[in-house]
């Protein structure tokens, strides 16, 4: 079995042979459990100086745009509803910061917040309080997307009536080809392992033809990802960049049950993105014969634009612009347990990571 310091040896002899030697070859992951299992290992102090892994729109807390932060903060108060309901969301979504404070001030303040696993336990969670209704909080990427399309089926089989999805589900690819129409140099992808169970590698395909950029499914201990770069380098060097994976668990065609489900229950739809603006069909909306289990439509909510702290450079973070170390605030005025920005809070944030296993 190749030991890591062999691995690190055939990259750094990889990476001499692409270009002419002394550009930074720069590799974005689009994974928040990448993000972190590189900090956590020391990965870019493995790798030769020209290397450079730089995060990417892969933590789904990160990318929700403040707007939506704000609208399930005013959902959870109750404001202009009937009655304030229960909200139950993804433990992340609880400190994510917005104009109007958080969930967790919402919550302190009398709001009814609930923590759950997974969107399943919401449904129960309904069950449970048939006279309250109960808002799942939808984020996330193709991953959890499916759990959230589950749900939705169940709750109209099962007749819960007072269960409704407000939904921020994303999907990668539209965020992918919206990157490479920026001016951000990125040489190659390292995908994500989750969401690519789900799609399968070949929906990259079209990245590696069209763009000429490398894109590689890795796993998501230090040896699986050292392995991608090692591919993605083996694929500059040769001039013939590919999407593939070495990543055992991921397939070229993916999970087509999960991606039957999604396909029966959502609709892909414009969406806000935290530092990428509106990308067209880059979110997930359900279907019309599903409007009873819309949360948006249901209680007829509306999002506002939202203003983030100026000072936070967690949109550059996560397009690849900025590193968590130059922003100004970081691990000063912003920390996890005071977090400014998102990628602060989120336990797949860049700056997390960074705070935690690199500051030093």
């Known amino acids: 079995m190749e030991s890591a310091q062999d691995k690190v040896a055939r990259i750094a002899e990889s990476a001499q042979a692409v270009g002419d030697g002394c550009r930074p070859i720069r590799i974005m992951e689009v994974c928040g ?10 990965l870019r102090r493995l790798l030769p100086p020209r290397v450079r892994l730089i995060s990417g729109p892969g933590c789904p807390v990160c990318v929700t745009d403040g707007s939506y932060v704000d609208l399930a903060i005013r959902v959870a108060r109750g404001e202009g509803l009937p009655a304030a309901p229960i909200v139950a969301t993804y433990g992340d979504m609880v400190r994510v910061p917005g104009a109007m404070g958080s969930l967790a001030e919402a919550r302190a303040a009398g709001a009814t917040v609930v923590v759950v696993a997974s969107a399943d336990q919401a449904v129960e969670l309904a069950k449970r309080n048939s006279a309250r209704e109960v808002v799942f909080l939808g984020v996330g990427f193709e991953t959890t997307a499916p759990g959230s399309a589950v749900a939705v089926l169940r709750a109209r089989e099962e007749g819960v009536t007072n269960f409704s999805v407000l939904t921020a589900h994303k999907l990668i690819m539209p965020a992918l080809r919206a990157l490479l129409s920026t001016e951000i140099a990125i040489d190659a992808f390292l995908c994500p392992g989750h969401v690519s ?5 070949g929906v990259y395909e079209e990245l590696a033809r069209d763009h000429r950029k490398p894109c590689v499914v890795a796993g998501f201990e230090p040896a699986g990802i050292l392995d991608g770069v090692a591919e993605i380098l083996r694929q500059l060097a040769s001039g013939r960049p590919a999407a593939c994976t070495v990543y055992p668990a991921v397939t070229r065609e ?5 991606q039957a489900m999604l396909e029966k229950v959502f609709a892909p739809a414009d969406a806000p993105w935290r530092a990428l603006g509106v990308i067209p069909g880059s979110g997930l909306a359900l279907r019309p014969e599903f409007t009873d289990f819309d949360a948006a439509r249901k209680f007829s909510l509306q999002e506002r634009p939202s203003q983030d702290d100026p000072r936070c450079r967690c949109g550059l973070v996560i397009t690849g612009r900025a590193t968590p170390q130059e922003c100004p605030l970081f691990a000063t005025v912003c920390t996890p347990r005071d977090p400014i920005g998102p990628c602060m809070v989120s336990s797949e944030g860049a700056c997390a990571a960074a705070y935690k296993y690199e500051r030093n």
């Open 197 to 201: 169970v789900i799609l399968g590698y």
């Open 254 to 258: 993916g999970n087509r049950t999960a």
């Open 33 to 42: 459990t990448h993000t972190v299992a590189i900090a956590r290992a020391g």
